[in-house]
C-alpha cells in the first residue's frame, strides 16, 4: 500500500514538474520581452528542470520495487497452487504452456503494477488541474479543450473488447507456441530418428502463423488508437489557441497569458496518452489474468484434512497397506482402472501385484501415496484412511521407486540428497553404495558433484534407476512401492540391483510391480489384476496350481524366454 501510494505521490509531482518547466520558460521567455527581471525564473527553472528528472527516478523505482515483490509472491503462489493440483491438473496441461505462465504471464501482470496504476491516478489528476485553471482564466477554453480530452481518454476503452480478446487468443497462441517448441526440443531424438523434422517444422510455423494472426490485427487497432489520441491533441491545442484568441480579442484575457495556457492544455494530454499508449499491455495483462486465475481456481482434487491424524507406524495386528473396495477411474476415461478391489499387505511383507498392460497396477501405486483419490472405497496405511492423513506425513512414510526416473538438471549428490536434505555426508554414501552405484560414482572425473544433465540425459537408463534405489534407500521409509524397478536394466546390471533391492526391501512392507515374473516369485502374496478387477490372490506355488491368469502369464513368458535363447 506504502508503495503504491508514494508512486502516486511521485508521478504527480513529475507531472507537476514538467508543467512547471514549460510555464516557467513561457514567463521567462515574456519577460524578456517586456525588458524585465528574469534572474529569479532562470533559478527557478534550474531548479525544476532536474527535478521532474528525478522524480521520474524515484517513481520508477519504487513502482518496479513494489511489483518485483508481487511478481515474486505471484510466481511462489502459481507454484504452491500447482503443487497442490500435481499430478491430476498437471496430466492436463502442457509443460511449455505452464511455463510461459510461471514467466511471461506474470510478469505481464508485473507491469500492469510497475505502469499502470501511478499513471492512471496521474492521468486523472493532472488534465483536472489543467481544466481547474483553464476555467479561471477564461471558461470557454476549458469547455473547448474537454471534448478532445474526453475522446483520448475514452480511446483505450472505446475499443477495450476487441484488445481483450485479441490479447487473450495472442496469449493462448502464445502458450500453444511454447508448448510445441518444449516438446519438440524435448523429443529432439525421436524426431531425428523418426524423420520427422520436416514436419514439426511445418506444423511450428503453423503456430507462428496462429500467433501472427492473432498479434497483427491487434496492432492494426492499436495504430489506429494512436493516430486517434494525436489528432485528437492536435486538435485539442488549437481549440484553446482559437479560443484564448478571441478572448484577448475581447479583452478578456492578457495577450501574453495565452501561450502559458496553451502549454497547459497540451501538458494535460501526456499523461492521459500515456496511459492510452499502454493499452497494448493492458491488454496482454488481462489476457494473462485470466489465465492465472484459471490455474487459482481450479478446485484443489487431493488435500490434507483440516485435523489430520499422525501415522502410527507398523503394526503388529493391522495390515500395512489395505485397499478396500477401491474403485477408481481416472478424469475424461468411462473405464475404471481400479473396480472393486480389496487386498491387504502385512507389515513387513512383501505383496506383488502383476497382470497384462492397463490392469491397474501403477494405478494402484500412485493412489497408495494418495496422487489421486478412489472415487468409492478407501485405502488404509497402518490402519488410517489415507483422507484421514496429512499428505507430508503420508509421503514421508512411504517411498516410490517408479519405471521413469525423474532426474533434476542438477548434481548426483542433489539428486539423491532430495529424498532427505537433513541426511549427512555418510548416510549419502551409504545409500549410494547399497544402490550398486559406487563403483559408478567412483569412475566420475567430479564424483558426485557431477551434473547428471536436464532428465538425467547423462546417465543410462539403468543408472538413472539406481539412483531412484538410492534415494530410496536414503529416505529409509516403512513402505516401499516398487513400480517397475528394474525394467530399465540389462540382465548383468539387474543381478547387481537385485541383491540391493533385497537389502532395500528387509524389514519393510514391499508393494512391487513387475511385467517379468520372474522377478516377484518369492513374494509373500502375489495379487493378479486384469483390466482393473481382481482376479485372484495367493502365492507363487498356489497360483501356478490354479492354472488361472498368472499361470498362464508365467507359461508365455518362459515359452517367450526360451525361444528367444534357442
Known amino acids: 500500500g506504502g508503495g503504491l501510494v508514494a508512486t502516486c505521490v511521485f508521478g504527480v509531482t513529475r507531472g507537476a514538474a514538467l508543467i512547471a518547466g514549460g510555464v516557467l520558460s513561457a514567463l521567462g521567455g515574456a519577460a524578456v520581452d517586456r525588458g524585465d527581471a528574469f534572474g529569479g525564473l532562470l ?90 485553471v483553464l476555467a479561471v482564466a477564461g471558461w470557454p477554453m476549458a469547455v473547448a479543450l474537454l471534448p478532445f480530452l474526453v475522446i483520448v481518454a475514452a480511446s483505450p476503452f472505446l475499443m477495450r473488447r476487441r484488445l481483450d480478446d485479441l490479447g487473450s487468443r495472442d496469449r493462448k497462441a502464445l502458450g500453444d507456441l ?23 517444422s511445418t506444423a511450428f510455423l503453423d503456430r507462428v502463423r496462429t500467433h501472427q494472426a492473432a498479434r497483427i490485427p491487434f496492432y492494426r487497432s492499436l495504430s489506429r488508437q494512436t493516430s486517434t489520441l494525436e489528432v485528437a491533441t492536435g486538435l485539442g491545442g488549437l481549440a484553446v489557441v482559437i479560443t484564448g484568441a478571441g478572448l484577448v480579442n475581447d479583452g478578456e484575457l492578457a495577450a501574453t497569458t495565452l501561450p502559458l495556457l496553451t502549454l497547459l492544455a497540451l501538458a494535460s494530454f501526456l499523461p492521459v496518452s500515456e496511459i492510452a499508449h499502454v493499452g497494448r499491455q493492458l491488454a496482454d495483462t488481462l489476457g494473462a489474468t485470466r489465465r492465472l486465475h484459471q490455474v487459482h481456481s481450479e478446485p484443489v482434487v487431493v488435500e490434507s484434512p483440516p485435523r489430520p491424524v499422525v501415522v502410527r507406524g507398523p503394526q503388529p495386528t493391522v495390515p500395512a497397506v489395505e485397499f478396500d473396495a477401491v474403485t477408481f477411474t481416472y478424469p475424461g476415461t468411462e473405464r475404471p482402472a481400479l473396480d472393486t478391489v480389496s487386498f491387504s499387505v502385512e507389515a513387513g511383507a512383501t505383496v506383488a501385484l502383476v497382470g497384462p498392460s492397463g490392469a ?36 514421508a512414510h512411504v517411498a516410490l521407486v517408479s519405471q521413469e526416473t525423474y532426474l533434476f538438471n542438477a548434481t548426483l549428490r542433489e539428486n539423491v540428497h532430495m529424498a532427505r536434505p537433513d541426511a549427512d555426508a555418510d548416510e549419502l554414501e551409504a545409500a549410494i553404495e547399497q544402490a550398486s552405484l559406487g563403483d559408478f560414482v567412483s569412475s566420475l572425473p567430479e564424483r558426485l558433484d557431477t551434473a547428471v544433465g536436464e532428465r538425467g540425459v547423462r546417465l543410462s537408463g539403468g543408472q538413472r534407476q539406481r539412483v531412484a534405489i538410492a534415494r530410496a534407500f536414503l529416505k529409509d521409509t516403512p513402505v516401499l512401492v516398487l513400480d517397475e524397478a528394474t525394467s530399465h536394466l540389462d540382465a548383468v546390471n539387474e543381478a547387481a540391483v537385485h541383491h540391493s533391492l533385497e537389502t532395500l526391501m528387509a524389514g519393510r512392507t514391499t508393494l512391487t510391480i513387475a511385467h517379468r515374473l520372474s522377478t516377484i516369485r518369492n513374494a509373500d502374496q502375489i495379487v493378479v489384476l486384469d483390466g482393473g478387477h481382481l482376479i485372484e490372490v495367493g502365492d507363487h506355488a498356489t497360483l501356478l496350481g490354479s492354472g488361472g491368469l498368472y499361470a498362464r502369464l508365467t507359461a508365455h513368458q518362459m515359452s517367450a524366454a526360451g525361444a528367444g535363447r534357442s
Do not use: C
Not at 509443460?95 to 491516478?121: C, I, K, N, R, S
Open 178 to 200: 511454447n508448448a510445441y517448441a518444449v516438446d519438440t526440443v524435448q523429443g529432439m531424438g525421436e524426431v531425428l530418428a523418426f524423420q520427422q523434422a520436416d514436419a514439426r
Open 360 to 395: 491397474g497396477k501403477t494405478t494402484a501405486a500412485q493412489l497408495i501415496l494418495r496422487f489421486w483419490d478412489p472415487q468409492a472405497g478407501v485405502i488404509r496405511l497402518f490402519g488410517d484412511d489415507l483422507r484421514d492423513v496429512d499428505l507430508v506425513d503420508l509421503r
Open 43 to 132: 533559478v527557478a527553472l534550474a531548479i525544476v528542470a532536474p527535478l521532474a528528472g528525478i522524480l521520474h527516478w524515484l517513481e520508477s523505482w519504487v513502482a518496479h520495487d513494489m511489483a518485483f515483490r508481487m511478481l515474486a509472491e505471484m510466481r511462489v503462489g502459481l507454484y504452491r497452487k500447482l503443487d497442490e493440483l500435481a499430478p491430476a491438473y498437471l496430466v492436463r496441461r502442457r509443460t511449455g504452456d505452464l511455463v510461459a505462465m510461471a514467466t511471461h504471464d506474470v510478469e505481464m501482470v508485473e507491469y500492469f503494477f510497475a505502469h499502470t496504476v501511478a499513471p492512471a491516478f496521474v492521468a486523472v489528476l493532472v488534465p483536472a488541474t489543467v481544466l481547474t
